[in-house]
């Protein structure tokens, strides 16, 4: 049996059906929805990131616990310094015997006896000492020397990796942080996209109804605003993802959804990306609590090997001390229980003891000696990771930081074309051949502009999180105080959701109206396209002319300049002018040829002679 073809889906508002390309008020109600959040809101609460480092630090539960363990080394430390002072003992016992006794010139005796013993110790039998004495010793003396040592070094263990934690938490903290930045970034960004792929909608809907448009284009630009419209869907829960995990790591209650206090997105410097790399490694090698913690715990198996090699060597101490009032009798010396008196033991020893015939010495030997030597495997180990991920860090924030101006770039050129597009497609003049609108390239335009958004946005968070993990790399915590570099500015994230606000770091051209004029004779052919691409040849020209001079004039001032700047800047200077003199040559023939097409009057001056060299022509 053939399945049903599933149900389409029900056209939105404005949708044109049979050629109708609905309203204005329509089209605005179709919109509408993109700024009202599809996932059930909840009570958010403003972070930012060195709020967001303290509660990590404070309250999350991998923290607390490997810190606990620093107590549980300190514990065991102070119990290892102790194991030379005795133990004390108090009690009290009774001893009685009746029957058959033996001494010891063999006699049989018929005794009933009876002894009470109390005070220090207990366990008092005969002539013999209490077998529990009152001040008790009994300890290898190798333990009660190497012990404690060996106790020290691993408090530095477990200090050093309670330290390495959190670094690792806190760098997680701040990555899902901007994560979470990036988030909102990314949805204002598509935000704007998504509005204006409504005006390309509307405009496409007016044309349409008004029989200057086809329907179908209209059709295309309703299927751009619906894919936009997913993105934003795509990125509210982009966003609630990441507050989800920034919550998790910060220990708070999962109904609770964070947003950023940041309004922009900041170009840190961390670490100097010029750095040398051994430099770099040698920092990390040194301040690295992994390495610390590896150093740590080399040292305390060396102090084991060295304990089992003088156990053989040095004896075992025994010490006995008991002062306790004893009395009894028997039926051969009455009274049964009397003679109560005051009574002091003491006993001192010291023995040297070979386990197992000494093999089991050599054996306790021979294990520590292989402790040491995985001990030093986990050092080099550490060593090696510690030197991959200084230079990965360095090499992956170097690569992030190369992209930030190209994306930058990027972004500003595809707002341009796609502001000129619309515009042009907003004044377009349908009785004019080339006059008809173009929403084709609208959209394409308006497609590069989203994707140039948010690539603008990834590669700045991505260099961020580069640049944390570079600096947590070299042995430090998350600084609660981050730096930006002053040679690339912020990202506002406002510009992005209005991007009319954005100023474009290009060399200014004409008047924008001149501009704008331009390029909408440059839509068709003959003498004026000439003017408009000599128009913008002569634009471009001097906006690289205008960044060669500022270039070189930094490197001077900053006093690094190139190996010859005599040689190479001002040869890439005059390169530049040669090339901005040629295109504002080129511009003047072809506005002297479009005003001879039009008979406008006279042919134009000659263009004037060229300035100086100190000084560049506008």
Not at 25 to 40: E, L, R, Y
Not at 312 to 322: A, D, I, R, V
Not at 387 to 412: F, G, T
Not at 524 to 548: C, I, K, M, Q, V
Request: proline share 8%; with cysteine.
């Amino acid at each position: 049996t053939v399945p049903a073809a599933p149900a389409l889906p029900q056209p939105p508002l404005g949708s044109p059906v049979d050629g109708d390309a609905g309203t204005d008020a329509d089209a605005a109600k179709t919109a509408a929805d993109i700024h009202v959040q599809a996932i059930p809101p909840s009570p958010d609460y403003p972070i930012d990131l060195p709020t967001a480092l303290r509660l990590a630090e404070r309250d999350n539960p991998r923290i607390g616990e490997v810190r606990a363990r620093i107590g549980e080394a300190l514990g065991n430390q102070t119990r290892a310094r102790a194991e030379l002072l005795p133990a004390l003992n108090a009690g009290v016992d009774y001893d009685g015997l009746t029957g058959n006794l033996q001494q010891s010139k063999g006699n049989i005796l018929n005794v009933s006896r009876q002894s009470v013993y109390f005070g220090g110790g207990a366990f008092a039998v005969a002539p013999m000492s209490p077998l529990v004495p009152a001040v008790f010793l009994n300890e290898p003396l190798a333990n009660a020397i190497f012990d404690p040592l060996a106790a020290h070094q691993m408090v530095h263990v477990a200090r050093f990796e309670a330290e390495a934690t959190t670094n690792m938490v806190l760098l997680e903290v701040a990555r899902y942080y901007l994560e979470l930045l990036g988030a909102t970034a990314r949805l204002e960004a598509d935000r704007r996209t998504a509005d204006e792929a409504a005006e390309l909608m509307r405009i496409t809907s007016r044309y349409a109804r008004e029989g200057e448009g086809r329907p179908a284009d209209f059709h295309r630009a309703e299927t751009e605003w619906r894919l936009r419209r997913a993105d934003v869907r795509r990125d509210e829960e982009d966003r609630a993802v990441a507050s989800a995990r920034l919550c998790r790591r910060l220990h708070l209650e999962p109904s609770v959804q964070v947003r950023p206090l940041a309004d922009r997105l900041d170009i840190l410097a961390l670490v100097d990306l010029e750095a040398d790399i051994r430099a770099l490694i040698e920092t990390a090698l040194a301040h690295r609590p992994e390495i610390k913690a590896a150093g740590a715990g080399l040292a305390a198996a060396e102090v084991r090997r060295r304990e089992e090699v003088a156990r053989p060597l040095l004896p075992s101490l025994f010490l006995g001390f008991s002062g306790a009032g004893f009395g009894g009798g028997s039926n051969l010396s009455p009274p049964l229980v009397g003679n109560f008196a005051g009574r002091t033991d003491f006993d001192v020893a010291a023995y040297w003891t070979l386990e197992n015939l000494g093999l089991g010495n050599l054996a306790r030997q021979r294990e520590r000696r292989a402790e040491v030597g995985a001990a030093v495997g986990r050092q080099a180990r550490a060593v090696a990771m510690v030197r991959d991920e200084v230079a990965s860090a360095q090499a992956d924030a170097r690569a992030r930081r190369e992209q930030l101006e190209i994306a930058r770039e990027r972004y500003e050129t595809a707002l341009d074309g796609f502001r000129r597009d619309l515009d042009r497609a907003r004044q377009a003049v349908p009785d004019r051949v080339g006059g008809t609108p173009r929403p084709i390239e609208v959209i394409n335009s308006l497609k590069l502009l989203a994707e140039a958004r948010r690539k603008l946005v990834a590669t700045i968070v991505d260099y961020n999180q580069a640049q944390f993990g570079l600096f947590v790399a070299l042995g430090a915590p998350p600084p609660l105080e981050q730096p930006t570099d002053p040679q690339h500015r912020p990202v506002d994230i406002r510009e992005l959701a209005a991007p009319d606000g954005v100023q474009a770091s290009a060399a200014p051209a004409a008047e924008p109206s001149l501009a704008a004029e331009l390029e909408r004779l440059g839509a068709s052919n003959g003498p004026a396209a000439g003017l408009a691409g000599a128009h913008r040849g002569a634009t471009n020209a001097l906006g690289e002319y205008d960044r060669t001079l500022e270039q070189v004039s930094r490197s001077i001032e900053s006093g690094t300049p190139p190996a010859d700047p005599r040689r190479e800047g001002l040869l890439r200077l005059a390169e530049a002018r040669r090339k901005l003199m040629q295109s504002k040559a080129d511009c003047d023939r072809a506005l002297r040829d479009v005003v001879r097409g039009l008979d406008a009057g006279p042919a134009a001056p000659p263009p004037p002679a060229p300035a100086p060299a100190s000084a560049p022509v506008r």
